[in-house]
């Protein structure tokens, strides 16, 4: 398929693009001539059925994975040639849960902060749980948690990562319906705070400032 979706700019805003971007796994092309491009204070929303190629663009937008053809900007600079820039940037929360098992949830967050080199102190690691419905479980391993409580750990991450860029997958995946609505707070406050959001989901979205790409 082809497609394209652009969201408007102004000149101090940060902008993601895609152009002209093809994609083949296996012996299937999934699409070919795909632009996109979207800016500061908005939400792409990626849908499509099982199997069309929701995971791999969003992997080719990370950068984990290349095109066959086409390229991948920030900012128009191409994350290829300076990936270390680009992923500072960023924050990739993909299909598995990005969380170190045998960590508390505190730990993890700690441990993700020092990676990122985020300043994060405990007061904020612990108020970033708290608000995500962990309190009393900041100091349980994450291999003791539910699947819905460790992608809470992971909401808790997005708050401290302090990323512009967010690429999520299925991030409503295993949430109940408390969590889901935190979660679309979450995403209305940073598109409202300048940032960019790129998602998959099979359900709707309901947040302001978002385009549908249909794969
Ligand atoms: N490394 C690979 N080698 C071969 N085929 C692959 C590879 N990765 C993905 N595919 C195939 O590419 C297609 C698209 O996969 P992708 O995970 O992007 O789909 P999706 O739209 O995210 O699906 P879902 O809604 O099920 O998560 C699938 O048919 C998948 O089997």
Not at 119 to 129: K, V
Not at 135 to 162: D, F, I, P, Y
Request: hydrophobic share 40%; proline share 2%.
């Amino acid at each position: 398929m082809t497609a394209n979706i652009s969201t408007t700019s102004s000149k101090n805003d940060l902008v993601l693009e895609g152009r002209g971007l093809r994609c083949v796994r296996g012996e299937r092309q999934l699409f070919t001539d795909l632009n996109i491009r979207i800016t500061s204070g908005n939400c792409l929303h990626v849908r499509g059925e099982n199997g069309v190629g929701k995971t791999s663009l969003l992997r080719l937008l990370t950068g984990l994975s290349k095109p066959e053809s086409g390229e991948v900007f920030w900012c128009d600079h191409s994350i290829a040639i300076d990936p270390a820039t680009y992923h500072r940037e960023l924050l990739f929360l993909g299909h598995r849960d990005a969380l170190k098992e045998d960590l508390t949830a505190l730990e993890n967050l700690q441990m993700y902060a020092a990676l990122d080199d985020v300043a994060l102190s405990q007061e904020q690691a612990l108020a970033a749980l708290w608000r995500f419905g962990l309190r009393g479980r900041e100091n349980l391993s994450v291999n003791c948690l539910s699947a819905g409580q460790k992608r809470r750990v992971l909401m808790a991450r997005m708050l401290t990562r302090q990323a512009k860029l967010w690429i999520l997958d299925e991030p409503f995946n295993a949430l109940d319906i408390e969590a889901v609505h935190e979660l679309r707070n979450l995403i209305i406050e940073h598109i409202a705070s300048g940032g960019l959001v790129v998602l998959t989901s099979h359900q709707e979205v309901h947040i302001p400032n978002v385009q549908v790409l249909e794969l």
